[in-house]
């Protein structure tokens, strides 16, 4: 089966061609990053009106990189939520229109659910082996543990097979990708706010390694808190970016008057100022410090949560799954419990259309579909059992 995946839940515009939900015969990506920088974050209505400008564009290109024809095209799969709600009427507007021209099936992908199936992607026009489309050599083993973290969402969920999820911990308050974005901006490091937190403290860890120092030392040069919450798998993210920027605060306050005046900052750049007093290295370690602080509760509430459920294997899922510190000592954790760890490549950790195409497969291969009268969910949540 192979299927035109459309993905525009915020601001990346996207189209593949998937087949049996594994293969990867073309991935487009249109990133507006470079539009929402200056804003230090997405801006709704511009993110919409260039998903408008850029959508066919990208489903040309995909159908052109695949070498495909419209009659080989099996299905079209198109996010219907969660996300923006403009974003979300441009992809699935466009998806179903195509799936009514040209009289094929069309199904409604959950954006949270397809960031788990980046995990069943591969490159290469391979196809099933056998009949047994649930399960073939390379997926991931049920039942699994699947870590979502992204900009809008840090959830713990059991998986016990396609389509079966059980919910065992969510934030309370920020997502772990949303403080990364807001503490970025206290530091003045940019959006998007994962990938510069990340190279900020890599230099601090370099630094320190120069000096004869331990990578440690660099993490946990700032004490930052820790929001545990006993008892529970959940999340809480708001006391350390709070923390974070108290110290900015501080940091300023200290500062004589005429220097404060000569850095020039905004309010999302105070941190600015510490770099001016302390130099740039001061900042690196704060970012090293925030990092680990992230890092540091969802790898040990995800071995716990692992060890108790006895599960096979751990998946990562969500932009926040590329930062290479939290691979790694997700790894750390895992390999005395003997359990499997998987990520998908980079590119596939942020929002993508290869997933959309992935995980519509398996739901048509449970014989849904979707009528052409559904609508955008901005709010959907994964489908969890009561």
């Known amino acids: 089966m192979l299927i035109l995946g459309i993905e525009s839940s915020c601001d990346e515009t996207g189209a593949a061609l998937v087949r049996d939900g594994r293969y990867l015969l073309s991935n487009v990506v249109a990133s507006q990053i470079d539009i929402h920088n200056r804003y230090g974050g997405v801006v709704p209505e511009v993110a919409s009106r260039q998903q408008i400008a850029s959508i066919i564009p990208v489903i040309e290109a995909a159908m052109q990189q695949a070498s495909c024809r419209w009659e080989e095209v099996d299905a079209i799969a198109a996010t219907y939520g969660p996300g923006l709600a403009g974003s979300l009427l441009v992809g699935l507007t466009v998806g179903k229109t195509l799936a009514l021209a040209q009289k094929l099936p069309f199904i409604g992908v959950n954006h949270l659910e397809a960031h788990l199936y980046a995990n069943w992607l591969r490159a290469g026009d391979g196809q099933l082996v056998g009949t047994d489309w649930r399960v073939q050599e390379g997926d991931p083993l049920f039942p699994l543990l699947a870590l979502v973290i992204s900009g809008a969402h840090s959830e713990l969920v059991l998986v016990h097979e396609h389509g079966s999820y059980e919910l065992l911990g969510q934030t309370r308050d920020d997502a772990a990708g949303e403080a990364f974005d807001k503490v970025s901006r206290i530091l003045g490091l940019g959006y998007p706010g994962g990938p510069a937190i990340q190279k900020m403290a890599q230099q601090a860890e370099d630094a320190y390694v120069q000096q004869q120092k331990s990578v440690n030392q660099a993490r946990k040069a700032y004490r930052l808190p820790r929001a545990w919450i006993r008892g529970t798998y959940d999340f809480s ?150």
């Open 237 to 386: 993210f708001s006391g350390v970016k709070t923390a974070m920027l108290n110290l900015a605060e501080g940091a300023s306050r200290s500062m004589p008057a005429e220097q404060r005046a000569a850095t020039q900052v905004t309010q999302y750049t105070r941190m600015g100022e510490q770099a001016a007093q302390h130099g740039e290295l001061d900042v690196a370690l704060l970012a090293s410090s925030f990092q680990e602080a992230i890092v540091d509760v969802l790898a040990v509430k995800t071995r716990l949560a692992a060890e108790e459920f006895r599960v096979k294997q751990v998946i990562l899922a969500g932009g926040v799954a590329a930062n290479l510190s939290l691979r790694q000592r997700m790894a750390q954790e895992l390999k005395p419990l003997g359990v499997r760890l998987s990520y998908p490549p980079i590119d596939f950790c942020t929002d993508n259309a290869a997933m959309i195409g992935s995980a519509a497969f398996f739901h048509l291969a449970l014989g849904e579909r979707h009528g052409f009268d559904l609508d955008v969910q901005p709010g959907l949540s994964l489908p969890f059992k009561k």
